[in-house]
């Protein structure tokens, strides 16, 4: 089937999906199976594309140290596992490398991702999100600073007390907001 109308025959193309054929003249070329389509058929699943993970790209990750290994999707199983067979032997597969990092704060279990890291801004420690506050984490240069806690051995229950009482009356910028209130009781908006 060829596409176009009398006055112009060499323009268009029809669908080569075998339940439409209908003309279009902005036709889409499948790079997987190389057929043209309509605008309704373009997408690998809307037509069924046999070959639609070609440009695909796929990660095998090392069960012995965790290394994620980029390969396409045109790779099968076997050459999947050639792929890891080669990694092992390269060197570079070291099982030291499996323990994914954690949060340092104690009875913290957080694995450290690029998505739930934070790095304290005073004292340089990778903690998770849960911990990014230096009161929530043992900052070690807020602690130096305070001088109740020079010079003596600390234990975790003065530190704890000690962050406790830097956030006394400050829950949420309450202190800020309530002082802010009382001075202007007039509203800031007048209505006519």
């Not at 309704?40 to 440009?55: A, F, I, L, T, V």
């Not at 999707?73 to 070291?94: P, T, V």
């Not at 990778?126 to 806690?149: E, G, I, M, N």
């Not at 234990?155 to 009482?165: E, G, L, P, V």
Request: aromatic share 6%.
């Amino acid at each position: 089937m060829t596409g176009g109308t009398e006055a112009f025959p060499d323009l268009g193309r029809h669908c080569q999906l075998s339940d439409c054929h209908q003309l279009d003249f902005l036709p889409f070329h499948c790079d997987g199976c190389h057929r043209v389509f309509c605008v309704e058929h373009r997408s690998y699943k809307s037509h069924e594309c046999p070959k639609s993970d070609h440009n695909s790209r796929k990660v095998v990750v090392c069960e012995i140290c965790s290394t994620s290994i980029e390969t396409t999707g045109r790779d099968g199983e076997q050459d999947q596992k050639l792929l890891l067979e080669k990694h092992a032997k390269s060197g570079n597969c070291d099982p030291r490398k499996k323990k994914k990092p954690t949060c340092p704060v104690r009875r913290c279990k957080e694995i450290l991702t690029f998505s739930n890291t934070s790095t304290c801004k005073t004292c340089k420690i990778k903690v998770c999100l849960k911990h990014r506050f230096p009161a929530d984490h043992v900052c070690q240069k807020q602690t130096a600073a305070q001088p109740s806690l020079v010079g003596k051995p600390v234990s975790w229950n003065d530190k704890f007390m000690a962050a406790f009482a830097l956030r006394e009356g400050k829950e949420c910028g309450k202190s800020a907001r309530d002082s802010k209130s009382s001075a202007s009781s007039a509203p800031s908006v007048r209505a006519y």
